[in-house]
């Protein structure tokens, strides 16, 4: 199997220079657009080297949500959300600063993501089905590709298993009581090129066990259809391309986790994917 997404997790031909806010780097910013930042120059240091806020602490939201609006109207900032990301380093420790969650792919900041594996077991507890689904053809990104049964992003405030079980409900119409059953898998590294800009995320991955009569159903029309697979054909379907980076790789590394590949081929795939992979 191919697996074009562990290719793509770590493709990044676009050249970039690091952002910092005072002295601490928190992304990058491409160098072709180097030229539009240095419109603001009592808030950013701007060299061929590096960007630099210089804003304090109190204005720093609103200096980057006067630049991030002005970068928008210029098509320089995509798919705009209205949803607030913070700027930070580590997971868990104060942000920085909060920002529009599409600008984060012009700043190249770190993200963080929430995804689940729904599957059914057969007898023996084995997975046997995996629940996939098809996003709308109207999402700002990726639309009409295929994607885990549940994931999302991580917004200020909240943290990623908070986050499933709000997505749970949004995305499957899954209670907080099932979604809480929900057990960690592995944390996945993303840090590649998109259409937005630069996706450094860090991707934690939830499996949850549903019993072969509850059919999740979509709330908010973010998703177009569900589907359940045969595990052979999901993770076919996910090695050939047809999900998300970020959802194939949720699905090989449940595969993985899970023994559900050959053995010839699990242990090239292993070795591939333990470079994606932040924690356990």
């Known amino acids: 199997m191919d697996w074009p997404a562990l290719n793509a997790a770590l493709r990044a031909d676009t050249p970039r220079v690091p952002f910092l806010i005072g002295t601490e780097r928190v992304g990058s910013v ?5 030229g539009a930042l ?35 109207q210029q098509g320089l900032i995509l798919a705009w959300r209205d949803e607030t990301y913070p700027i930070l380093t580590r997971l868990g420790e104060p942000p920085l600063a909060l920002i529009e969650r599409a600008a984060a792919r012009f700043w190249g900041t770190l993200t963080f993501g929430a995804h689940c594996n729904g599957y059914v077991a057969a007898a023996a507890g084995r997975p ?4 996939i689904a098809r996003r709308s053809a109207h999402k700002p990104t990726d639309p ?8 999302g992003g991580v917004p200020h405030g909240q943290t990623p298993a908070e986050a499933l079980l709000r997505e749970g409900f949004e995305e499957a119409g899954l209670d907080a009581a099932t979604m809480r059953r929900a057990r960690p898998g592995s944390v996945i590294a993303l840090a590649c090129d998109i ?3 630069f996706m450094h995320e860090h991707l934690h991955t939830f ?3 549903l019993p072969p009569d ?52 699990a242990a090239a795939l292993g070795a591939r994917m333990t470079r994606l992979i932040v924690t356990a």
């Open 214 to 265: 509850r059919v999740p159903v979509n709330q908010d029309g973010e998703v177009a259809e569900l589907h359940r697979l045969p595990v052979a054909e999901a993770i076919e379907r996910a090695a050939q391309g047809e999900m998300t980076v970020d959802a194939a790789l949720v699905t090989l590394d449940f595969a993985l986790r899970h023994g559900l590949l050959e053995a010839d081929g």
């Open 195 to 197: 259409v937005e800009g």
């Open 38 to 72: 240095r419109r603001w120059p009592r808030w950013l240091a701007v060299t061929d080297a590096a960007v630099v806020l210089n804003a304090e602490i109190a204005s720093r939201d609103a200096v980057l949500a006067e630049i991030d609006d002005s970068l928008r």
């Open 128 to 131: 046997a089905y995996l629940w």
């Open 207 to 209: 499996d949850l066990e």
């Open 144 to 151: 009409g590709r295929l994607d885990n049964l549940v994931g």
């Open 30 to 34: 491409a160098t072709a657009h180097l």
